[in-house]
């Protein structure tokens, strides 16, 4: 999913830091908006809250790097944004239907 031409640089942002906080009110900033007119915009632009998008982000991420790596589960929580290994997990079950180190299994 591409964000339409307001949003271009706040996906850039978001791909740069994804293993940082990402609060909407930070990212509202970055492009000048208040935060209710930027959450407001971003929902009808993506159909998706700013937490919601972020967290799509970092679970796509973390996706490719368990399909594509050997790297840790803990690391790729850490380095996607999540707490911990089982904040990644929770999540990426809940969205993906499996967990990542079954995913993992199945790309052997």
């Not at 031409?5 to 978001?14: A, R």
């Not at 930027?38 to 700013?50: A, D, E, G, M, V």
């Not at 490719?64 to 690391?75: G, I, N, P, T, Y």
Request: glycine share 4%; proline share 5%; hydrophobic share 35%.
């Amino acid at each position: 999913m591409r964000l339409s031409p307001p949003f271009h640089k706040i996906e850039g942002y978001i791909e740069a830091n994804l293993n940082e906080p990402l609060d909407v009110l930070h990212l509202a900033r970055i492009i000048g908006m208040s935060r209710s007119h930027f959450s407001r915009t971003f929902r009808k632009s993506t159909q998706l809250t700013p937490h919601r998008y972020v967290m799509w982000r970092r679970l796509t991420r973390a996706r490719e790097l368990v399909e594509a790596s050997d790297v840790r589960l803990s690391d790729i929580a850490l380095e996607t944004g999540f707490s911990d290994q089982s904040h990644l997990c929770r999540y990426f079950s809940q969205w993906i239907g499996i967990s990542p180190s079954e995913l993992r299994r199945q790309n052997r």
